[in-house]
Every structure is written in C-alpha cells, then in structure tokens.
C-alpha cells in the first residue's frame, strides 16, 4: 500500500507480476515407452486458483502433478512455475536442461501430499513435521516445533504430536501429511488423490482441513480427486481430462450441471453410477 | 593332565587372535560394505563400475587366493604388511563385498513412496539417504548383517596359512605336540561355538535397539 503511494509504476509492476500465471504448461509431453500420457498440453494456474483435476483414470491427471513436483521427467514441452522454467535452466545465455541444484531451488515453491500419506514410519508425528523445515530451511528445532503444532491444532490432532505413524488411523495420517507439506510453505499445494486410500467414514474428515485450507490461505492448490462433490465445493476452475489433453473445462457449475463434450457427461454418468455424490 | 592347562593357554592364545581378526575384520567389512553398497546406486556410473567391478571380484575368487594375493603378491609392489594387517584386510574385503549386497538389498527395499516425500520435502541426496532411507533400511540389513560377522569368524582359520597363529593354528600345534586328537579341537569347537553365540546375540541387541518404534510397519 506504501509503495503504491509512492512509487505507482512500482507498483503497477508488482501488479503485473501477482497477474502473472504461478504455474504456465505449454505444449507437454509425456510419455512411458512407447506409451503417451499427455500429449501436447497447455494451461495456465494463476496465483491463489484453486484447480481440480478430474477424468477417468490413465487420463495423465496424477502425471501432471507428479511432473509438477519433479518425480517424473518430461517428454518435452515445456513448465514455468512462479515465472521460471522448471526442467531448463540458463547456463551462458543458453537453455539447457536443469540439473539437480536448479530442481532444489524450484521445489522450495511447491508441495505434495500423496494418496498413501507416504509419513516416515520411523519418526513421531511431530518430527515428521519438523524434519523438513529444520534440514532444508534451517529453522531451529524449537521454532520448527511450535509451527509444528500450530499445524497441528490446524489439522486437529494437537493430541498426537507424539504418536507414530503406525498408531494413527488413515485420515489421521492423511491429515498429518498435510500439516508436513505446509510446514514448508508453499505457494502451490499438489493433492494427488488424498482421499482415495481412506475408509470411507474417514472421507469427510481429511476434505473438511483441504475446504478449511482453500477458505483460509491464497496458496496455490491443485487437486486431482475422484471426489466430485468435494471438487465442486473446492474449485474455482475444473479441468476435465481425456487420454492425455483437457477435454473441457471451466467453473464447477459448468462442469458438473452442463458439460458441453460428450466425453464429460459419460464420464459424470460413470462416476454417479459407481456411487461417488456430485 | 597337569601338562593341559599350558596347553590351554596356548589355544587361548590363539582365540585371542581370531577375536582381534574378527572384530577388526567385521569392522572393515562394515565400512566396505556400506561404501561398496552404496556406490553400487550412486548416481554416476564410474562409481558404479568401481563398486560391481569389487564386489564380483571378491565374491567370485576364494579368500585363500585373496589372502596369498594380499600377503605374497602385494610386496612385489612394494606394500609389505604384516600377516594380521594382511589377515584383516582379506577378511574385511572379502566379507564386505556379501556386505555391500545386503547394504544395496536393503536400500532398495525401502518403498519408493519414501523416497517420493523426500523429493516432495525439497531434502538433498544425502539428507534423504541420512534421515528417511539408511534409518529404515538398516533394520533390513541387520540379520543378514548377523550371518556374515559369523562367517567371518570361521574364516579366521585361513590366516594360519601366512603363518598367524590363530586358533585353529594352535589346536593343530597342541595335536602335534601333545598326540592328542580329541581334547584340542574339542576346546577350539566350543570356544568357535560360543563366540558365534556371542555375536549372535549382540547383533539380537542390536537389532531390538534400531527396531524400537517401528513395530506395526513391519
């Protein structure tokens, strides 16, 4: 606001660059031998959008956020995340293919949580939390404890900082999955069908945090799920995904009451007939 | 049956020696192993070479070959040792390269998934394989671990071939002496006996002690 005062063009800059997509995708390609998973694709996530990612499965869905937190290589194409390539960097004025160190740079602005929780069964649930801001961010453990719990509080399961993984019940681990990807304060958060591996009862519980979460933060978040309720409440954009390549998307409302391609209404019948809710 | 007790003394001797080479040796073989190990899935290939070029060589030769290298043929090149730095690096090197396959093993045994939330964590190579990896992996390699430290042990015996006077040595000198067949290797069978107990059971110690908090994974 100072700055605005001040220094308008300044501040027209830094109007520009919050405008600016966090994440831009163009034209990629991904493929697993002979196998193609995406196939040319490009879209663009603006800073603070909340996306879902829907389709049948095999549709490239989970691959797109995989991708995204560099556990897969490219193909080709091409990824920018908060305005740099992500799989290229410049060395002497040329593009050349990014190294380790340039991904460990990148990665400071994104954050995963998987569908099968992945905790570290050997530590407690509070140092699952802290390990990572301690060793990548030099946080004191002290700090790093009280964040810790604060996250916690969050996710309600102030009571089990203690605990170990093994002793916690699925959406509990999922929950502290969670707090372990937002000690690191991300800009985008990856949730990579977070709910597909719990009891059912346990469902409500995890999407309950993740709709606190996209109501509270202007973090970044990109949801693939096969919870089409879920997806509805939480968007603000669908992406509906067919062998590879947006088939359609738009506004939750749009999706899910008037698909425009064939492809998502089948896919919406598909998905109502195995019992999920939209 | 006065005469005995001296003779004892001297299989005692002898024991003593194949301790120091076991100890000594199981710790070279420890450090190989995890070396060896972990180079075999080092990220750049010379390294990798290096390390499966030690371990066949090692595996697929006996140790006999590799002590009489070690002792005999190493001067040549102008590296005297003497026989016990000879006898501990035989056993340690040759004991390593099964280690460095257990060490591999484990690693990979790990669940991929744990890998994956490391890189998600933004944690280096090393903070990865340090605080999330070896900590799991190490219960894997434990009982393996076990197994060899005892093999070890019954290979002391081969040093007496570059003139150590081990136990085995020992026994066959008391026989020799003494006439008496029955009473050496009978002692050098128990005491081989027990100290393979021994180990067995600080590696049971061991292994409850880095297992702790892990039940339920596995």
């Known amino acids: 606001m100072i700055v605005h005062q001040f220094n308008a063009a300044g501040s027209k800059a830094r109007q520009d660059l919050d405008d600016a997509p966090i994440i831009r995708i163009h034209d990629l390609r991904k493929s697993f031998g002979s196998l193609t998973v995406i196939d040319g694709l490009s879209f663009e996530v603006h800073r603070g959008e909340k996306l879902a990612l829907i389709g049948p499965s095999g549709s490239g869905k989970t691959t797109i956020l995989r991708m995204l937190m560099t556990l897969e290589t490219i193909s080709g194409g091409r990824i920018e995340v908060c305005g740099e390539p992500l799989y290229h960097m410049s060395r002497n004025g040329a593009e050349v293919p990014a190294d380790e160190a340039h991904l460990h740079e990148m990665r400071r602005h994104i954050g995963m949580v998987f569908q099968h929780f992945n905790l570290f069964p050997h530590k407690s649930v509070i140092d699952n939390i802290t390990l990572a801001p301690m060793l990548t961010q030099g946080v004191a453990r002290a700090d790093a404890e009280r964040q810790a719990r604060e996250l916690l509080e969050m996710v309600g399961l102030a009571d089990k900082e203690a605990s170990m993984p093994s002793q916690l019940s699925g959406g509990q681990k999922q929950r502290v999955a969670i707090a372990r990807a937002l000690a690191l304060k991300p800009e985008i958060m990856l949730f990579d069908e977070v709910t597909s591996a719990l009891d059912p009862e346990l469902v409500e519980e995890v999407l309950e945090v993740m709709k606190r979460l996209a109501a509270e933060t202007d973090m970044t978040m990109l949801l693939v799920t096969h919870e089409m309720g879920f997806a509805r409440e939480f968007a603000d954009r669908v992406l509906f995904f067919d062998r590879g390549r947006i088939c359609e998307q738009g506004t939750p409302e749009q999706i899910f009451t008037n698909p425009a391609q064939d492809r998502t209404r089948t896919f919406l019948r598909k998905i109502i007939a195995a019992g999920h809710r939209v | 049956m006065g005469d005995w007790t001296g003779y004892l003394l001297l299989i005692l001797d002898g ?134 430290a005892i093999e070890l042990l019954k290979a002391t015996a081969v040093v007496s071939l570059i003139s150590l006077s081990d136990m085995t040595f020992q026994a066959q000198i008391v026989r020799s002496q003494t006439g008496n067949t029955i009473l050496p290797f009978v002692t050098i069978l128990v005491i081989y006996f027990a100290l393979s107990l021994l180990i067995a059971a600080i590696m049971g110690r061991i292994e409850r002690r880095v297992t702790r908090g892990l039940d339920g994974v596995r």
Do not use: K
Request: proline share 6%; hydrophobic share 55%; with cysteine.
């Open chain 2, 15 to 148: 024991a003593w020696v194949t301790v120091r080479l076991t100890v000594m040796g199981c710790a070279l073989a420890l450090v190989v192993a995890f070396i060896a190990g972990l180079g075999r899935i080092a990220p750049w290939a010379p390294v990798r070479w290096l390390a499966t070029a030690y371990i066949e060589i090692f595996r697929g030769t006996s140790i006999f070959v590799q002590l009489f290298w070690i002792y005999f043929v190493l001067p040549l090149t102008g590296v005297a040792l003497t026989p016990m730095q000879a006898g501990v690096l035989a056993l340690g090197l040759n004991v390593g390269a099964y280690g460095a396959e257990v060490v591999r093993g484990a690693i990979l045994a790990v669940p991929r998934d744990q890998y994956e939330a490391t890189v998600a964590l933004n944690l280096t190579g090393w903070q990865r394989l340090r605080h999330v990896i070896l900590p799991q992996a190490l219960p894997l390699m434990l009982p393996t671990f076990g197994n060899n």
